[in-house]
């Protein structure tokens, strides 16, 4: 089992910049893929970003592209998502999910273990 906990979430203005972490506990973490999801204010979650087991390989959102970077450290078993340049439609809660093999999609779905969630509001 991965559990996961997710923490750096907060209130930035726009064109600052958060980095969120993603502690994970279990001996599984560096064989699972690992993905950033997020749900906007009334609605639904939505993909961010995905990265593979080694961190060798990386995927992004369109909206998030250029902007956000997902990365790992498979020694500390802790994700990030380092997102520069927020835009106020980044406002959401942000979960990190642990995907069930070594290379994720982005389906939802496939992903069997979510942290509990942390907000970032970006204010105009």
């Known amino acids: 089992q991965v559990p996961l906990v997710e923490s750096g979430g907060g209130l930035v203005q726009v064109g600052g910049s958060l980095r969120l972490s993603c502690a994970a506990s279990?001996?599984?973490?560096?064989?699972?893929?690992m993905g950033w999801f997020r749900q906007p204010p009334g609605k639904e979650r939505e993909f961010v970003a995905k990265?593979?087991?080694?961190?060798?390989?990386?995927d992004y959102a369109d909206s998030v592209k250029g902007r956000f970077t997902i990365s790992r450290d498979n020694v500390k078993n802790t994700l990030y998502l380092q997102m520069n340049n927020l835009k106020p439609e980044d406002t959401a809660v942000y979960y990190c999910a642990a995907h069930r093999w070594a290379y994720a999609g982005r389906d939802q779905g496939d992903y069997d273990y979510w942290g509990q969630g942390t907000q970032v509001t970006v204010s105009s």
């Open positions: 990265i593979s087991y080694g961190g060798g390989s990386t």
């Open positions: 279990g001996r599984t973490f560096s064989e699972n893929a």
